[in-house]
T-cell receptor, first 115, second 112 residues
């Protein structure tokens, strides 16, 4: 089966600009996650969707970050305006369900550089 | 909140050496525990997992046992290969909210 797809793979923007990332999860996976991975650190969960509803967004900086998952399939993560500290790899993952035993499958990530 | 602490790296070993990467956690409830691996140039992938106390996860010669009494999930391999060179992440998913928490990763380099 096809894996989690993400685009773009790389993005360079200047601070205060806006940027959007796209994720297509594995077919049939109800749960979708967005993570931020800063260089040298582990992934940090930004938001978790179950179908098209938000399960957890406690670590999402809502003043500048937004995410949606229309129709419970694809998802977009947007940053506006971007700050220097947003430079990171943004990972999308999906799983069949959201329970603790469910394996998450990760996409290749989008590397964002904010100048 | 939940947290995962991994031994700091980088770790450098010779081929066929024994590997241990320590991982301890703090969580409410009874989390599931995971080891993920990221090979150079590739995405994160699941290496092994354990969903309850005393469970042992194993894959590709790697093992880890869920120790509730010491809140640990140390990764071990009896004989590492050059191809095991990667970054290893310990993670938990909390049963209460299904929220994931990752450690900061340990870089392993295996030399021939």
């Amino acid at each position: 089966e096809a894996g989690v797809a993400q685009s773009p793979r790389y993005k360079i923007i200047e601070k205060r600009q806006s940027v959007a990332f796209w994720c297509n999860p594995i077919s049939g996976h109800a749960t979708l996650y967005w993570y931020q991975q800063i260089l040298g650190q582990g992934p940090k969960l930004l938001i978790q969707f179950q179908n098209n509803g938000v399960v957890d967004d406690s670590q999402l900086p809502k003043d500048r970050f937004s995410a949606e998952r229309l129709k419970g399939v694809d998802s977009t993560l947007k940053i506006q305006p971007a700050k220097l500290e947003d430079s990171a790899v943004y990972l999308c993952a999906s799983s069949r369900a959201g329970g603790p035993g469910n394996t998450q499958y990760f996409g290749p990530g989008t590397r964002l550089t904010v100048l | 909140g939940d947290s995962v602490t991994q031994m700091e790296g980088p770790v450098t070993l010779s081929e066929e050496a024994f590997l241990t990467i320590n991982c301890t956690y703090t969580a409410t409830g009874y989390p599931s525990l995971f080891w993920y691996v990221q090979y150079p140039g590739e995405g994160l992938q699941l290496l092994l997992k354990a969903t309850k106390a005393d469970d042992k996860g194993s894959n590709k010669g790697f093992e880890a046992t869920y120790r509730k009494e010491t809140t640990s999930f140390h990764l071990e391999k009896g004989s590492v290969q050059v191809s095991d060179s990667a970054v290893y992440f310990c993670a938990l998913i909390n049963t209460n909210a299904g929220k994931s928490t990752f450690g900061d990763g340990t870089t392993l380099t295996v030399k021939p």
